[in-house]
């Protein structure tokens, strides 16, 4: 019987355009999961879980003048957002912009924010609260102006916001934007505002209806987080499991496939030429293990390789 040319070695089987592109895309996804998927979500829970406990100990304490939160160059922790504090002056009315269009209890609202001038000069952004649009929710409804006289106002310090894509517009004869961004509100109104702005409570001087406080909750971006993560995880680990099944498949057949030689050629030996013939060609068939309706995978790729 001819030399056998040797099998290919068993890790060439892997470099087929199939198992490459399989490993390129589990490397894929396991990258994006670890590096911005369950960031991500652990990011939006980290922060929801400093908010909670930024508003409970704003309870926990009496408001405070906010020139006493502030850090240097009027500058605000984030640890102390969502403070109560106090502000002592007047408002700016004739310097209010409109947030427009800004849902508040899942209801279209158009929300009222006017500059504040303390009594040392500092003039502080405050939202006064929302009123339902009207008319299908398109048309400005009535908001009623704030005081002029001097007062004494309380409510939550709030970070700017990042400004909206949508660039502030006029409408229905008031100036329009679509964030809380007090740059934005500055250079809109021509005042000088801080990086910060009030969110009014209720029952304060020019409140219309005050914005309601979040839920302390904080959904389910923890758990969302740690499945990325697992599924980071199991993506390569069932790509080794699938190298292994095959490698372990492949193996087995191929010594199941030597035993049958081996065994015909024995049966050769004792019996005669013509039976020998016989068992010749059925050594060069590869074992069938579901009979002759389902060839055995790894027969074929068996096959070719002893052909060569």
């Known amino acids: ?24 895309a ?36 009496d408001p405070l003048p906010f020139q006493d939160i502030l850090g240097p160059n009027a500058s605000l922790d984030p640890a102390d957002e969502w403070a109560r504090v106090t502000l002592t002056g007047h408002y700016l009315p004739d310097n209010e912009v409109v947030l427009r269009l800004r849902p508040v209890e899942k209801t279209p609202a158009f929300q009222a924010l006017t500059p504040f001038e303390t009594t040392d000069g500092t003039v502080v952004l405050v ?5 339902a649009a009207r008319d299908g929710g398109t048309q400005l409804p009535e908001l009623p102006p704030a005081p002029t006289q001097h007062t004494t106002i309380t409510g939550f310090l709030r970070f700017s916001e990042a400004a909206a894509p949508q660039q502030p517009m006029y409408d229905q004869g008031r100036h329009m934007v679509y964030s809380i961004n007090t740059g934005q509100i500055s ?14 409570a209720q029952d304060e001087p020019g409140e219309i209806q005050a914005i309601p406080l979040p839920q302390l909750e904080t959904g389910n971006h923890l758990s969302y987080g740690l499945q990325w993560i697992a ?10 499991y699938f190298v292994w099944a095959e490698t ?6 191929r010594e199941e496939q030597e035993a049958m030689d081996a065994s015909t050629a024995l049966a050769a030996a004792a019996g005669g030429a013509g039976d020998g013939d016989k068992a010749g060609e059925a050594a060069k068939r590869p074992r069938t293990r579901y009979g ?12 070719k390789e002893q052909e060569r």
């Open 187 to 200: 250079d809109l109104t021509g005042t000088d505002l801080t990086a910060f702005y009030l969110q009014l």
């Open 292 to 303: 002759n309706s389902r060839r055995n995978a790894w027969a074929a790729s068996y096959e």
């Open 127 to 131: 939202n006064r609260g929302w009123a």
């Open 248 to 253: 372990r498949e492949r193996r087995r057949f």
């Open 231 to 240: 599924f980071g995880l199991l993506a390569p680990t069932g790509l080794i």
């Open 26 to 61: 589990i490397a894929a996804f396991s990258y994006f999961a670890f590096t911005f998927l369950a960031p991500w979500q652990l990011g939006k829970n980290d922060a929801l879980v400093q908010r909670n406990e930024n508003i409970e100990r704003a309870f926990e304490n």
């Open 1 to 24: 019987m001819p030399a056998k040319n040797q099998e290919k070695p068993w890790w060439k089987t892997f470099l087929s355009p199939g198992w490459i592109i399989a490993a390129i």
